[in-house]
């Protein structure tokens, strides 16, 4: 880990912005308002590091709408509540204590809960968009997005293909 890159990326987060123009771009892409419902309740450096995954990907010319759609709430989940120091100390435990990071891992503690939302927000995202009416492609993207292996039985080989893709992008922001 490079503290100067953790450094910029805190940073980042800080002064990140998303205008109305990307607002719209993202009502365009998203198949149904309760999905951009979703979307717009995201914390304001979530919604743009979802649209920098997305226009990441559109830019190589993907233009498969679940994934399109499922870059812009790939981190939905995390709206669930996860504050700036403690978004921090997931930064810094999961590159030096990962171990720690788990022990942290719980639901009902109201402190510890964050650690457990970042944990676990591929999973609550999903549910999420299942229950706001998004399909099955969508639903996988994201519960998978950080794990892509985990979705091959039950993804096409091309969505898996297409998977993969999704992971390395998202990681490079």
Do not use: C
Not at 9 to 34: K, M
Not at 51 to 80: M, P
């Amino acid at each position: 880990m490079a503290a100067a890159y953790r450094v910029s990326q805190f940073v980042w987060h800080i002064r990140a912005s998303v205008t109305g123009e990307e607002q719209r771009l993202a009502r365009r892409q998203l198949p149904s308002p309760a999905l951009f419902a979703l979307f717009a309740g995201m914390p304001r450096a979530d919604k743009r590091h979802a649209l920098d995954v997305y226009l990441a990907l559109r830019d190589r010319a993907y233009d498969d709408a679940d994934l399109l759609a499922a870059a812009l709430l790939h981190d939905v989940g995390k709206a669930q509540g996860i504050p700036l120091p403690h978004r921090v100390a997931i930064v810094l435990l999961r590159a030096l204590a990962p171990a720690t990071l788990r022990y942290l891992d719980q639901e009902t503690s109201w402190w510890r809960r964050p650690f457990h939302i970042s944990l676990h927000h591929p999973e609550i995202g999903a549910r999420m968009i299942a229950e706001a009416g998004g399909n099955r492609r969508l639903v996988a993207f994201v519960r998978y997005h950080q794990n892509p292996p985990a979705g091959r039985d039950s993804l096409s080989a091309e969505d898996v293909a297409l998977l993969e893709t999704f992971h390395r992008v998202d990681d490079s922001y």
